[in-house]
């Protein structure tokens, strides 16, 4: 279409006005399929549903005359309907369900296989009741003629079958499985038969395995296709968990060691990674003997007749060299070594301009492939670290860690910067032999690489640092002007770009630069930059980021002229700004004070200029000011800070008489309740506590009052053992007056406490009905069993 012309410019002259014609005709065109988009009343009608039905018949009703996207969405909502209503769902649904899927299409289909595995998650029914109602459904269905469709019902049944009864699984998915499993069947049928297999293998004894699945498994590793043979070789590292060490040695290693000579590259590949994966189960014997020639034989053919294992061949390197360590000898320990060198730079032109396999011209596909066998490379680096000891890694690995370090794809260096960490870790105090690649690669043109090596920058600057002074402080010294420069370029490169979570992340770890960088060297190149941050940013995490980071700057300052300085500017061009999104980070920044400080620092600097924010102009900000009421007033001490709370009070009234807008007042009400509510339970903790002290002191004056009262019985006792001339009588009568004394005293005991216990009873029957509140009633009863308790006491001491 023409574009069209403005007023003053349009011609109304035949020819154009058949051009303008045809325009409209194209518009019209365009229109046509918008229109015939729409649903016609007779479909209306079809679509709608009655909305008397409940869920059962409503689904019942979709699922017979409905359309094919109605009956989809009735199976995505068999989940819901067997949590719901298990037995009608089974009983009505499920078998229509099971009758659609029969001429459904591939959409229903997978659907199916999606709900009938949450069925299987959720628990809904017991996996008795599953077996019988499911799981024929499932295995009809694996035959289907989609490939896509076949294999979602396959991932179902393989999921099934991990939570299936032994009985179940071999009557009605081992017994049918060794015909699907012949040659006659379909490759589709047996590829199905493989992964079984694989998942059965764990389910039973290794005898019944034995007997049962390893002629299946051998039959399937000799398969006329070389997709079945392949996905077999997959599946025979489950297989030889499921059948112990020994029949792995007699029975499975064989097959590998044949299917490692097959024709197809494809099953070759399989049976390299099946050995790698179960190097752990063999003897050394075995290792010497079989896996190590094979993995020669490999390694000898990547280069020339087989290319396709050399991805598969870098990325198990390390684990393959460091598995077979104990049985290399010194030159084959070199010749691995100079293998993986090669693989290292493969793809890389060299300054005579040639490449190492002497290819001038790269295809495509060739030059991705070595991007993968680099970047594979780079993920076994901290493993060959290991494999020719930390020792020797400058003799040996440092040429190659510089080289990937500085290779120009940028997956080879994000690689290297992911394990960039645990290389250090390994090196210990020969850390200090990769500072030049740390600081490289914190200047990386990528943000992708930068990300990958900021993760673990703290822990790789602490080790840097300890290293460093392993092996003196010269070296230590010389490194920080160059860190410093290269961590200043990072935090820019990501303050430019648009991946604004990269640049909070870089800001949320310079929070470390204390514990390495010294107090000037932060103040001047990194406290500044985070203030200017803070003001010109226009991202809220990254701005959080750079104001909690300079917090902890502040917090480790060691001149208190350069603390005062950040503080008054905090104050005047956050606190005091004319923006109020300034003011808004002001009471983000003294948050994080709270955090990070001591209260009396915050009261100090910070407390005032808080409650001057009562008084902004901007809603917004008083709103921001009384969610953070709580900490500012938990950060007073009384009554050393008795003036500020003072001043907090004072601005919590101006707030409730003269604020005028609803949120801001409802968020101050809502403080002041609880400002004086915990003020009350204070309170009332104080006066239980003081009662508790009195009962406490009367119980004291008791006892005292007891040991006299005995003292002066042993005092009578001793009189009488000495007196041996009184007369009878005169002790008998003495003996009467002592025994009725006591028992009066037991007597008097007895009705006091009697009377305390229907003083209780009597309490709780009368306070119940008029405290329904469960706490009310226990505080009420607490003091008047605290007041019983306290007179009984006190009439006992009387």
Known sequence: MRPVPCSSDMDFGQSNLFGYIEDLQELTIIERPVRRSLKTPEEIERLT?????????????????????????????????????????????LPKIREVLHVAGVEMQLT??????????????????????FLHIILQNLEHRDAGVSNAWLETLLAVIEALPKETIRHEILNPLVSKAQISQTLQSRLGSCKIMGKLANKFEAHIVKREILPLVKSLCQDVEYEVRTCMCRQLEHVAQGIGTELTKTVVL?????????????????????????????????????????VKSFCEKSFKADESILVSLSFHLGKLCNGLYGIFTPEQHLRFLEFYKKLCTLGLQQENGHNDNQLQLQTLEQEKKYISVRKNCAYNFPAMIVFVDPKNFHLELYSIFFCLC?????????????SFYEVAKLLNSGVYTIQKELVMLLQDESLEVLDALVGHLPEILELMINGGENNGSESKLLSIPDLISALTTAEQRAATSLKWRTHEKLLQKYACLPQILSSDQIYYRFLHRMLTIILTNNVLPVQKAAARTLCVYLRYNRK???????????????????????????????????ELFSKSFFCKYFFLPVLELTHDPVANVRIKLCYLLPKVKSTLKIPTDKHLLQQLELCIRKLLCQEKDKDVLTIVKRFQKRFYENDLLDQEKERQEHLLLEMEQLEKEKQQNEGRSANVNDKIFEKKRRDNKTSSVLAKSMTLTSSGSSSCTSTGKEDKKSKLVRSQSFSTQALHPKYSNIDKCSKYLFYINCLTDWKLLRNTCT
């Not at 299987?120 to 109602?133: G, P, R």
């Not at 500085?406 to 260096?413: A, F, G, L, M, S």
């Not at 350069?562 to 606190?575: A, D, F, N, P, S």
Request: with cysteine; aromatic share 6%.
């Open 406 to 418: 500085h290779d120009p794809e940028v997956p080879v260096r994000y690689t290297m910067a992911i």
């Open 254 to 294: 064989p097959e590998l060691v044949e299917l490692a000579r097959d024709e197809g590259s494809s099953v070759r590949l399989a049976a390299f990674e099946t050995l790698v994966n179960l190097l752990d189960m063999f003897d050394s014997d075995d290792r010497r003997q079989t896996v190590l020639p094979l």
């Open 560 to 594: 208190q002229e350069q603390r005062h300085e950040v503080i008054q500017k905090l104050i005047e061009q956050l606190g005091q700004g004319k923006s109020y999104w300034n003011r808004l980070r002001f009471l983000d920044t003294c948050e994080f004070i709270m």
């Open 49 to 93: 549903v009655d909305e008397e039905l409940n869920d059962i018949e409503r689904a019942l009703y979709l699922l017979s005359s409905g359309q094919d996207v109605q009956g989809t969405s009735v199976v995505a909502n068999l989940p819901v309907l067997m949590r719901q209503n298990p037995a009608e769902t089974l009983r009505r649904v």
């Open 112 to 133: 199916a296989a999606v709900s009938f595995l949450t069925v299987l998650q959720d628990e809904s029914v017991s996996i008795h009741t599953y077996s019988h109602s």
